[in-house]
């Protein structure tokens, strides 16, 4: 089976190609986990330079187009892209994002069944009548929560007989290591140690979160909260919530933007990991706590349900809601940490690494290939 998965996401950078694959390791563990469960895979990516490279038996085609003011002109670009993907004889294209509808009409017509991947697309967003008709003739769709597909269907994007898979994203290459090594490369410490990965904005949420660890703290006064984020839209009202509550204060440890390496280590310093998401796509972060051991508390959205196993690890809490992240905090707490350490790491290993992300999208690939056969050879 021959897979083509398709980026068209534009580097501002304008990276070589080698470079670029370096920026963009995911992309690469994607294609590279497909090919070990058992598939040959072209990556064909729209860029400002036509290259070719191959990387752990992965074949990388980038394809040139034109730039205007950072954008790419579609006319030039989706040809050449298209007609790439036919002369390589595809079985089956797997499309990233539903945000460009222009590529996605003409990879459908190119004879193989495309498969389009959400990544965070907002169905209430702009274009929606483009994306439409960009999204008419694909074969299937892949979400890492199936719920998330719903709202798709509901404003008409897919035909309802679309099939839909639930499929994570992308997976992460962090992993479990020494805890006390990681607490003494990251200065973390508390009893229990929490952590919070993530913007500092309205959805994220984090002043219902700060507002449960306060209430926790009243039972655990042994723990802390270390925060790592970039965007601080909420910075001001978090340190004046703070500022009111001196002993809140003495147990919450604002570190900042924390480079990407180092966020491994955050995730396993820590026992648990909290997030007060309102709606996500699938939030890397909680992958990749999940992975070193950290166990979840965070919202009952469908990405996270999806990613938990549906409460299997962690807690799922009610958005909004500081008693229930409180309750959640003060429940995990009283359980062994060295177990719900192993339950989040075994969890991660079986059901959202990268060879078990591969193995669900080669079984998602031979099922669209054989569902497009079969419409293929009915009689008219």
């Given at each position: 089976m021959h897979v083509i998965q398709v980026s068209c996401v534009s580097d501002r950078l304008r990276r070589p190609a080698a470079d670029l694959l370096d920026g963009w390791p995911t992309l690469g563990s994607i294609a590279e986990a497909v090919r070990k469960a058992g598939a040959e895979v072209t990556v064909v990516l729209s860029s400002h330079r036509d290259a070719v490279c191959e990387r752990e038996g992965v074949t990388y085609r980038f394809v040139a187009e034109r730039w205007s003011g950072g954008s790419a002109v579609t006319a030039y670009a989706i040809p050449r892209l298209a007609h790439l993907v036919r002369a390589l004889r595809p079985d089956v294209v797997h499309m990233n994002g539903f945000g460009f509808p222009f590529h996605t009409r003409a990879l459908c017509?190119?004879?193989?069944?495309?498969?389009?991947?959400?990544?965070?697309?907002?169905?209430?967003?702009?274009?929606?009548?483009?994306?439409?008709?960009?999204?008419?003739k694909i074969s299937a769709a892949a979400f890492?929560?199936?719920?998330?597909?719903?709202?798709?269907?509901?404003?008409?994007?897919?035909?309802?007989?679309?099939?839909?898979?639930?499929?994570?994203?992308?997976?992460?290459?962090?992993?479990d290591g020494d805890i006390a090594d990681a607490r003494r490369a990251t200065g973390?410490?508390?009893?229990?140690?929490?952590?919070?990965?993530?913007?500092?904005?309205?959805?994220?949420?984090p002043l219902t979160v700060l507002d449960g660890f306060a209430r926790a703290l009243r039972h655990l006064p042994n723990a802390h909260l270390w925060c790592c984020y970039r965007d601080a839209q909420l910075l001001g009202p978090i340190e004046a919530r703070l500022g009111r509550d001196p002993m809140l204060a003495g147990h919450v440890h604002l570190q900042g933007p924390v480079e990407h390496p180092k966020v491994e280590q955050f995730c396993r310093a820590a026992d648990f990991f909290v997030l007060g998401s309102r709606q996500e796509g699938c939030a890397y972060v909680v992958l990749e706590a999940i992975a070193c051991g950290a166990t979840p508390i965070v919202t009952d959205i469908p990405a996270f349900r999806a990613l938990t196993?549906?409460?299997?690890?962690?807690?799922?809490?009610?958005?909004?809601?500081?008693?229930?992240?409180?309750?959640?905090?003060?429940?995990?707490?009283?359980?062994?940490?060295?177990?719900?350490?192993?339950?989040?790491?075994?969890?991660?290993?079986?059901?959202?690494?990268?060879?078990?992300?591969?193995s669900k999208l080669v079984a998602a690939y031979e099922a669209i290939i054989a569902r497009h056969t079969t419409v293929s050879i009915e009689p008219r």
């Open positions: 017509a190119q004879g193989a069944p495309v498969l389009v991947q959400h990544h965070a697309d907002n169905p209430d967003g702009r274009m929606r009548a483009l994306k439409r008709w960009g999204l008419a890492t929560s199936s719920e998330q597909a719903q709202a798709f269907f509901a404003r008409a994007y897919f035909r309802q007989s679309l099939p839909v898979f639930e499929i994570p994203e992308s997976s992460t290459l962090f992993h973390v410490f508390g009893d229990p140690a929490v952590l919070w990965v993530g913007h500092l904005n309205a959805n994220k949420d196993g549906r409460g299997k690890v962690g807690i799922l809490c009610e958005t909004g809601n500081a008693e229930a992240f409180s309750a959640a905090l003060e429940s995990l707490s009283n359980m062994p940490k060295k177990s719900l350490r192993a339950r989040a790491i075994k969890h991660f290993q079986e059901e959202l690494s990268f060879p078990v992300l591969g």
